[in-house]
């Protein structure tokens, strides 16, 4: 059963790292906050992130630099909690904001909205137009580099080992709930985000500080290579097993 993330008063501190942030949750009559995402990006996974966190109870709003794009999805995702908007209000009104966009579209973004005390959850993999490797790593990734374009936002690194085609499918594999990793150094943020995650789904895994984007971003490249150059498709998914 999926449930929402309540940041009930006494956690508010633990889930919303921020106190600005927690102005922007939905109070309840209960006297309970339900956490509002964005997702910037209404492609293939911008689409699949709705689709999966619109069957919470969560609030999902949907942004891209077409809105008749983002409309289109949360059209077609009409039974889901999910709406569109402008990319300025749909980072605006959110707590969470999932970059679900080219990582080189970045930078424009920035301009488009004001990130301040957001939760960030950088999705992107900074692939090759050629699809032959990544355009930076190593002592760098596209997940700290977004944290310099945005310094005012708390930047997580997730998402991004998971194909889009995964979440028409579900998330589950063969009894196993999918893996996602969660790389971060505001740790009541990443918590949030895992928490997240998990009630949508996954077994979220905590991977350590943003530096560790450096290595969560070839293992995407991996995955994309065994899924199209390897041959196995795309309903595969990385997953670290323990004993
Ligand atoms: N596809 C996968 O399986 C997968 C898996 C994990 C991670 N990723 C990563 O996720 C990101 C998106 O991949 P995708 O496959 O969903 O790509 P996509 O289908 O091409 O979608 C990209 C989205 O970004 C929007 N966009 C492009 N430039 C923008 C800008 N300057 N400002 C705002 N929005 C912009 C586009 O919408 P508009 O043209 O309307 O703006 C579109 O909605 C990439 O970084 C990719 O590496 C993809």
Redesign the pocket.
Same mark, same amino acid.
């Given at each position: 059963m999926l449930h929402s993330l309540h940041c009930v008063e006494k956690q508010r501190e633990q889930y919303c790292h921020h106190s600005e942030t927690t102005s922007h949750l939905n109070k309840q009559e209960n006297g309970e906050y339900i956490m509002n995402i964005a997702i910037?990006?209404?492609? !293939?996974?911008?689409?699949?992130l709705a689709l999966t966190f619109g069957q919470t109870t969560y609030n999902v709003t949907i #942004?891209?630099?077409? $809105?008749?794009? #983002?409309q289109g999805v949360a059209d077609k995702l009409a039974k889901a909690n999910v709406t569109a908007a402008s990319?300025a209000d749909a980072v605006k009104g959110a707590d969470v904001v999932f970059?679900? &966009?080219?990582?080189? #579209? =970045?930078a424009?973004?920035a301009q #488009?909205a004001d990130f301040t005390n957001k939760v960030v959850v950088d =999705?992107?993999?900074? =692939?090759k137009a050629d699809f032959s490797g990544l355009s930076i790593g190593f002592d760098t990734s596209?997940a700290e580099e977004i944290q310099k374009l945005l310094p005012q936002a708390s930047v997580l690194k997730g998402? !991004?080992? =998971?194909?889009? $085609?995964?979440y028409e499918q579900g998330l589950e594999f063969e009894g196993r709930k999918a893996q996602t990793f969660i790389a971060g150094d505001n740790e009541s943020a990443k918590q949030a985000v895992l928490t997240l995650a998990n009630e949508a789904g996954f077994d979220a895994v905590d991977a350590g500080a943003l530096t560790n984007a450096r290595y969560l971003e070839p293992l995407?490249y991996m !995955?994309?290579h065994f899924g199209y150059m390897l041959g196995k498709g &795309?309903q595969i998914i990385p997953a670290w097993l323990s004993r």
């Open positions: 910037i990006g209404s492609g !293939n996974i911008g689409s699949g #942004a891209s630099r077409h $809105q008749a794009s #983002a990319i970059i679900a &966009t080219p990582y080189d #579209a =970045v424009s973004l #488009a =999705v992107t993999n900074p =692939v596209a998402f !991004n080992t =998971v194909f889009a $085609q995964v995407a !995955n994309i &795309t």
